[in-house]
């Protein structure tokens, strides 16, 4: 019989000899990617020797992740392999960025303990176009930045500073992304933000503000980072030497009143998220400077309400000043 002849398989001998299940072949097989060359007298798939490397390389392109229908354009010579893997190249990129997105998501949700209510919006906020990321934070801005009287310049510097998640983010970029619109979706932390501003940025033609050196030089954390090393107290008189060499004969008040806007603000918590965000080195938390800061600001100034303690973070990530 013809099925007999050494140089013929049938379905099963192709099975064993490529170690791939009968059902598997015959399906290849009726999508036309390995036909038979010919039919026994009782109706059997018969192939030859050849139908053992086309099997192989079918295996190889559905590895690959290309579908059935993709498999016989190629073998057809209808597409090439380089313009499939191409497409599945743009595909597979997308598929990653989304599990990435996904990952993110579920960190998040864990870490939280987060409602199905709050993991929806979390979903919601990581899938964001590039176009509805800058609207959120394009409206920030303006809210918060918008309505200060500034310098033109400094106005434009500000309207500049941008966040924006990368084509490609890795899996904290979009966590810190999830946070990050939360906060500046908040009406209260806009109001807060724009109040601790008001307080820290120069307007046109004046100078600046008593507290402003704590949000625009980072000399300030170095500084007070260095006295806590030395073991010096707030309430002691040589952090009263430290402030004198900060902030010289400056109204004490009035930097405590801007220190604590930008404490109530969560101004630190913002300018590393923002940072994390881009992907940008962000300097050390100076949650701890700036409680030390404060406590010694209200050891000179004992008329000050005592600010409760706090959580929250600081410095901005504004553009610096040259």
Known sequence: MED???????IGRLAHRTGLPVRTLRFWSDKGAVPPVARSAGGYRLYDAAAVARVELVRTLRELGLGIDEVCRVLSGRTTVAEVADAHVAALDARIRSLRVSR??????????????ETALMNRLARLSA????????????????????????????????????HDPTPEQVDAWIELAELVRDPGFRTRMRTMLELSTPAPGQGRPPGASIWWARQVVQTVAEARERGTAPEGPAAAEVLSRLFGDADRAAVLVCLEAGIAAGAERYRRLAARVRGHYASPDATEELEWLARALRAVDHASPALPPFSLPLPLPLPRRS
């Not at 007999?4 to 049938?10: A, D, G, N, P, V």
């Not at 993110?104 to 209510?117: I, Y």
């Not at 918008?146 to 500049?160: E, H, T």
């Open 104 to 117: 993110a998501v579920l960190s998040t949700v864990s870490k939280r303990g987060s409602t199905a209510e």
């Open 4 to 10: 007999e002849r050494s140089e013929m398989l049938t």
């Open 131 to 166: 176009t509805e990321r800058k609207q959120i934070v394009d409206e920030f801005k303006e809210e918060v930045f918008g309505a200060l009287d500034l310098d033109p310049r400094l106005q434009d510097r500000m309207r500049a500073f941008s966040i924006e998640l990368p």
